[in-house]
Protein backbone atom coordinates (compact mmCIF):
# COMPACT_ATOMS: atom_id res chain seq x y z
CA UNK A 1 0.00 0.00 0.00
CA UNK A 2 1.71 3.50 -0.74
CA UNK A 3 2.48 5.89 1.91
CA UNK A 4 3.93 8.57 2.61
CA UNK A 5 6.01 9.42 5.54
CA UNK A 6 7.47 12.90 7.03
CA UNK A 7 10.27 13.27 9.77
CA UNK A 8 12.03 16.89 10.56
CA UNK A 9 9.37 18.77 12.42
CA UNK A 10 10.26 20.57 15.92
CA UNK A 11 10.36 23.52 17.40
CA UNK A 12 13.10 26.38 16.56
CA UNK A 13 13.95 29.92 17.07
CA UNK A 14 13.02 32.64 14.73
CA UNK A 15 15.39 32.90 11.92
CA UNK A 16 16.75 28.98 12.78
CA UNK A 17 16.27 26.77 10.10
CA UNK A 18 14.84 22.93 9.45
CA UNK A 19 14.67 20.34 6.94
CA UNK A 20 11.30 17.92 6.43
CA UNK A 21 12.29 14.75 4.36
CA UNK A 22 9.21 12.85 3.04
CA UNK A 23 9.38 9.16 1.66
CA UNK A 24 6.93 7.71 -0.40
CA UNK A 25 6.91 3.82 0.51
CA UNK A 26 4.83 0.87 -1.44
CA UNK A 27 5.10 2.08 -4.76
CA UNK A 28 8.37 1.59 -7.41
CA UNK A 29 8.66 5.60 -8.38
CA UNK A 30 6.82 8.10 -8.42
CA UNK A 31 5.48 9.82 -11.47
CA UNK A 32 3.82 12.84 -10.34
CA UNK A 33 4.71 15.58 -8.63
CA UNK A 34 5.41 16.30 -4.89
CA UNK A 35 5.60 19.16 -2.39
CA UNK A 36 4.66 20.29 0.79
CA UNK A 37 1.39 21.88 2.67
CA UNK A 38 1.08 23.46 5.58
CA UNK A 39 -2.16 24.13 7.99
CA UNK A 40 -1.83 26.52 10.71
CA UNK A 41 -4.43 26.81 13.26
CA UNK A 42 -7.86 28.22 12.44
CA UNK A 43 -6.48 28.96 8.76
CA UNK A 44 -7.11 26.65 5.93
CA UNK A 45 -4.14 24.43 4.50
CA UNK A 46 -2.15 25.64 2.00
CA UNK A 47 0.77 25.35 -1.15
CA UNK A 48 4.05 25.42 0.15
CA UNK A 49 6.31 24.45 -2.73
CA UNK A 50 5.69 21.50 -5.10
CA UNK A 51 7.83 19.99 -7.68
CA UNK A 52 7.47 17.67 -10.61
CA UNK A 53 9.65 14.86 -11.32
CA UNK A 54 11.71 16.81 -13.45
CA UNK A 55 12.64 19.60 -10.82
CA UNK A 56 10.21 22.56 -11.90
CA UNK A 57 9.07 24.15 -8.53
CA UNK A 58 6.51 26.15 -7.52
CA UNK A 59 7.13 28.22 -4.57
CA UNK A 60 4.29 30.54 -2.21
CA UNK A 61 5.11 34.46 -2.43
CA UNK A 62 5.42 33.81 1.75
CA UNK A 63 8.41 31.42 1.59
CA UNK A 64 10.18 32.44 -1.20
CA UNK A 65 13.93 33.05 -0.74
CA UNK A 66 13.87 31.44 2.36
CA UNK A 67 12.56 27.62 1.49
CA UNK A 68 13.85 25.07 -0.85
CA UNK A 69 12.07 21.67 -2.60
CA UNK A 70 14.26 19.34 -3.92
CA UNK A 71 13.30 15.75 -4.70
CA UNK A 72 15.59 12.85 -5.23
CA UNK A 73 13.53 9.97 -7.90
CA UNK A 74 15.81 7.23 -6.90
CA UNK A 75 14.80 7.40 -3.28
CA UNK A 76 11.08 8.79 -3.95
CA UNK A 77 11.93 11.22 -1.17
CA UNK A 78 10.91 14.95 -1.19
CA UNK A 79 13.05 17.45 1.07
CA UNK A 80 12.01 20.91 2.03
CA UNK A 81 14.97 22.90 3.35
CA UNK A 82 13.76 26.06 5.29
CA UNK A 83 16.05 28.72 6.66
CA UNK A 84 15.03 32.22 7.73
CA UNK A 85 12.00 30.92 9.64
CA UNK A 86 9.45 33.15 11.27
CA UNK A 87 6.92 33.00 13.56
CA UNK A 88 3.83 33.05 10.98
CA UNK A 89 5.70 29.56 9.43
CA UNK A 90 4.44 27.71 12.61
CA UNK A 91 2.07 24.84 11.30
CA UNK A 92 1.63 21.07 10.75
CA UNK A 93 3.09 20.61 7.25
CA UNK A 94 1.64 17.52 5.18
CA UNK A 95 3.63 15.63 2.39
CA UNK A 96 1.60 15.49 -0.72
CA UNK A 97 2.01 13.24 -4.16
CA UNK A 98 0.05 12.28 -6.76
CA UNK A 99 0.68 8.77 -7.65
CA UNK A 100 -1.45 5.89 -8.60
CA UNK A 101 -3.35 8.55 -10.42
CA UNK A 102 -4.51 9.79 -7.20
CA UNK A 103 -3.69 12.49 -4.23
CA UNK A 104 -1.54 10.64 -1.44
CA UNK A 105 -1.03 12.81 1.58
CA UNK A 106 1.83 12.55 4.73
CA UNK A 107 0.02 12.41 8.39
CA UNK A 108 1.69 15.98 9.21
CA UNK A 109 4.64 16.87 11.16
CA UNK A 110 4.51 19.60 13.65
CA UNK A 111 6.89 22.92 12.80
CA UNK A 112 6.84 25.25 15.58
CA UNK A 113 8.66 28.89 15.49
CA UNK A 114 9.21 30.92 18.42
CA UNK A 115 9.70 34.35 18.54
Known amino acids: QAQLVESGGGLVQAGGSLRLSCVASGIIYVTGAMGWYRQAPGKQREMVTTITRSGSTNYVDSVKGRFTISRDNAKNTVYLQMNSLKPEDTAVYYC?????????WGQGTQVTVSS
Open 96 to 104: YAFMLGKNY
